[in-house]
């Protein structure tokens, strides 16, 4: 199975200052059809996660513009251009290039200095 | 719009069947070519993906516990189900369902999830 790393663990942002997440792979995450299945969700607290961005840079609809996902093979990135309050919580890196199973990254916590 | 829940019981003893139920409400388990998916969360841990099915029964499930699970459909109920047999404290967890266009590359909408405790 594909193990994905993500760092840091926790990340303590001041709101409105930016916040980054490191995804790592494993193996490439590029698929025989050309795509990169790496996928970003956030899980607030007491929540059910909910997709942020797909195939490593698609926003999905009604994610907010300061939410970017960046990266290519094996090195990805999720950023937070201006932390907001209620972007507390955890962020997960999921791949589904290498499918069964879909894998998860370990999460990092996003929370306010 | 379309909502998932998931039901069953909270608390299974070791050894025993968790079993499961997801009904869709606001739209058709038949429409738009969806995997209908579970996933988990142990405790304060990551996430976990058990497995998928659609419609018409095809499954994906993860080889991990493949041996223990079995996914249906019933269409008529608009619910998707699992069963997870000869339970360990380790299946102690939040379950999720979920939507997924397809071999876990968009997985649009979820549940709020169900705690299953495994307990005697």
């Known amino acids: 199975d594909i193990v994905l790393t993500q760092t840091p663990l926790s990340s303590p942002v001041t709101l409105g200052q930016p916040a980054s997440i490191s995804c790592r792979s494993s193996q490439s995450l590029v698929h025989s059809d050309g795509n990169t299945y790496l996928t970003w969700l956030q899980q607030r607290p007491g929540q059910p996660p909910r997709i942020l961005i797909y195939k490593v840079s698609h926003r999905f609809s009604g994610v907010p513009d300061r939410f970017s996902g960046s990266g290519a093979g094996t090195d990805f990135t999720l950023k937070i251009s201006r932390v907001e309050a209620e972007d507390v919580g955890i962020y997960y890196c999921?791949?589904?290039?290498?499918?069964?199973?879909?894998?998860f990254g370990g999460g990092t916590k996003v929370e306010i200095k | 719009q379309v909502q998932l829940q998931e039901s069953g019981p909270g608390l299974v003893k070791p050894s025993q069947t968790l079993s499961l139920i997801c009904t869709v409400s606001?739209?058709?388990?038949?429409?738009?070519?969806?995997?209908w998916t579970w996933i988990r969360q142990h405790p304060g841990k990551g996430l976990e993906w058990i497995g998928n099915i659609n419609y018409s029964g095809s499954t994906n499930s993860n080889p991990s516990l493949k041996s223990r699970l079995t996914m249906s459909v019933d269409t008529s109920q608009n619910q998707f189900s699992v069963n997870l047999t000869s339970v360990t404290a380790a299946d102690t967890a939040i379950y999720y369902c979920a939507r997924d266009y397809g071999r876990g590359r968009l997985i649009d909408l979820w549940g709020q999830g169900t705690l299953v405790t495994v307990s005697s």
């Open positions: 999921m791949q589904a290039t290498q499918f069964p199973p879909l894998t």
């Open positions: 606001g739209g058709s388990i038949t429409s738009g070519g969806y995997y």
